[in-house]
């Protein structure tokens, strides 16, 4: 049962972004010793049990949460987010946690640009305005034509493109279905095409090791069960805007478990890329 409390919802947000920072600290230490595949392989399996006990324990059970009329669009949104994380996973090692998350933070601007030809939805010139403002910020982050220019810097934008696509798609098979029928696929199918590709590349670990990846599954459940009480006790115009503090407690783990550097720039550009999504945000909900 639904009900509208948004400071709750606030402090559930707050706390979502608190375990996925952690979560994403974790991931950067595994993807660092093992093959990238094979450490989100086997969180998406405590990822696809957790799924499937909650729907078990809904009416109907496993045969309602998996009946669909879109069956491929469902499928298709699975294995994106599967491909999505790998590829943020694989900026972690790469990047860090600052920069890859510094760029990362304008998919919702790239949600608000495709929202037009994949959902049929209308933006604005002043949306369109912020999208390009947020993107300015992006190229002051990745600083094309200053020195030698990474193209290791376009993982993790490619990461916030998918995750994006992966977010409409989400909005539009819930026009048929629902929320739960939703995360049902997105945790099997997943964990199906994760299976596919990261038996391959299974590769011993170390008892410790093991440890970590038991605290990886950890916080990847805790952290989807309060994204879904967080949307069960408000609304999501309301505590979205605090989805960026990932942003911020995600660098905060980098610099100082993980020595790494916040460089002007990256502070500037991420600024600027906030700005601009909460703009977005708040014309959403205002035209809402």
Same mark, same amino acid.
């Given at each position: 049962m639904t009900r509208n409390d948004t400071s709750l919802g606030i402090w559930f947000m707050v706390a979502t972004t608190? $375990?996925?920072? !952690?979560?994403?600290?974790?991931?950067?230490?595994?993807?660092?010793?093992?093959? $990238?595949?094979? !450490?989100?392989?086997?969180?998406?399996w405590f990822f696809a049990a957790f799924v499937m006990t909650i729907a078990a324990r809904q009416a109907g059970g496993l045969r309602a949460a998996a009946a669909t009329t879109q069956p491929l669009v469902q499928g298709f949104r699975g294995f994106l987010l599967a491909a999505e994380i790998c590829v943020m996973v694989a900026a972690f090692t790469y990047l860090g946690l600052v920069e890859s998350h510094a760029v990362?933070?304008?998919?919702?601007?790239?949600?608000a640009a495709l929202s037009g030809p994949v959902l049929g939805e209308s933006v604005g010139w002043r949306r369109w305005t912020a999208i390009g403002i947020g993107f300015v910020g992006v190229m002051i982050i990745l600083e094309p034509g200053f020195g030698v220019f990474s193209p290791l810097a376009l993982i993790p934008l490619a990461a916030a493109s998918m995750f994006a696509l992966y977010g409409l798609l989400t909005r539009y098979v819930a026009r048929a279905d629902t929320a739960a029928t939703s995360f049902f696929w997105t945790g099997t199918t997943g964990a199906f095409a994760m299976t596919l590709a990261g038996i391959w590349f299974w590769e011993p670990m170390t008892?410790?090791?093991?440890?970590w990846m038991g605290a990886l599954c950890l916080t990847g459940v805790a952290g989807h069960w309060l994204l879904i009480k967080t949307y069960e006790v408000a609304e999501a115009s309301a505590v979205q805007p605090f989805a960026?503090?990932?942003?911020?407690?995600?660098s905060t783990i980098g610099v100082v478990l993980f020595a790494e550097t916040i460089r002007p720039n990256v502070a500037i550009g991420a600024a600027?890329?906030?700005?601009?999504?909460?703009?977005?945000?708040w014309r959403a909900r205002r035209k809402g």
């Open positions: 608190l $375990v996925f920072a !952690v979560q994403d600290g974790i991931s950067q230490h595994l993807a660092s010793e093992y093959n $990238v595949i094979m !450490v989100v392989m086997i969180r998406y990362f933070a304008c998919y919702p601007l790239l949600v008892g410790p090791d093991w440890i960026y503090l990932q942003l911020v407690f995600a600027i890329i906030v700005a601009a999504g909460l703009f977005t945000l």
